[in-house]
T-cell receptor
């Protein structure tokens, strides 16, 4: 799995879009980008994943650059309940199926 | 869909006793289940990977004789912490992935273990 780099923390105002970046410059061609989040004292929650095309679901949008070296998770209208630690991971390659949780980005949504 | 449950949600036990944690996939068949551990203010650490009907694969540094994993069916995996000690106190989280769903893992709510 490719190493990922995320900012340690970010703030966002309630109702505004939260854009969380992730760098994965060593990603290989068949590795997906996965995003999860963990709200305090809960198990992680799957958000979205993608390979090369942009993806959208009911929770978020995932924008992957054309060279696939970075991606951005977008929460279009952040709420206080979106305050969590967000993890960007690439579980493919020799670590197929395994998720390696780094430190993630602590997103704080404030009123 | 893709709901994973864990039982119990929290447990307090005396040092030296064994504790069993159950992980169930409620609405799908889990070909693979994973067990993680999370200490306060740290990220999740993978302990082991289990496939239904076969022995679990443990990560480096995780004692297989201390953390017994059984994945006897496509909807149930159990983790038994044998002879628990205070340093085993942690947040234990399982996840499950389904055949045909790529690498997506669905996580349980976690079990908080406190060993006195």
């Amino acid at each position: 799995d490719a190493k990922t780099t995320q900012p340690t923390s970010m703030d966002c105002a309630e109702g505004r879009a939260a854009n969380l970046p992730c760098n994965h410059s060593t990603i290989s061609g068949n590795e997906y980008v996965y995003w999860y989040r963990q709200i305090h004292s809960q198990g992680p929650q799957y958000i979205i994943h993608g390979l090369k095309n942009n993806e959208t679901n009911e929770m978020a949008s995932l924008i992957i650059t054309e060279d696939r070296k970075s991606s951005t998770l977008i929460l279009p209208h952040a709420t206080l309940r979106d305050t969590a630690v967000y993890y960007c991971m690439t579980p493919g390659g020799t670590s197929y199926g395994k998720l390696t949780f780094g430190q993630g980005t602590i997103l704080t949504v404030h009123p | 869909g893709a709901v994973v449950s864990q039982h119990p949600s929290w447990v307090i036990c005396k040092s030296g006793t064994s504790v069993k944690i159950e992980c169930r996939s409620l609405d799908f068949q889990a070909t693979t289940m994973f067990w993680y551990r999370q200490f306060p203010k740290q990220s999740l650490m993978l302990m082991a990977t289990s496939n239904e009907g076969s022995k679990a694969t443990y990560e480096q540094g995780v004692e297989k004789d201390k953390f017994l994993i059984n994945h006897a069916s496509l909807t149930l995996s159990t983790l038994t912490v044998t002879s628990a000690h205070p340093e085993d106190s942690s947040f234990y989280i399982c996840s499950a992935s389904a055949a045909g769903d790529g690498e997506t893992q669905y996580f349980g709510p976690g079990t908080r273990l406190l060993v006195l």
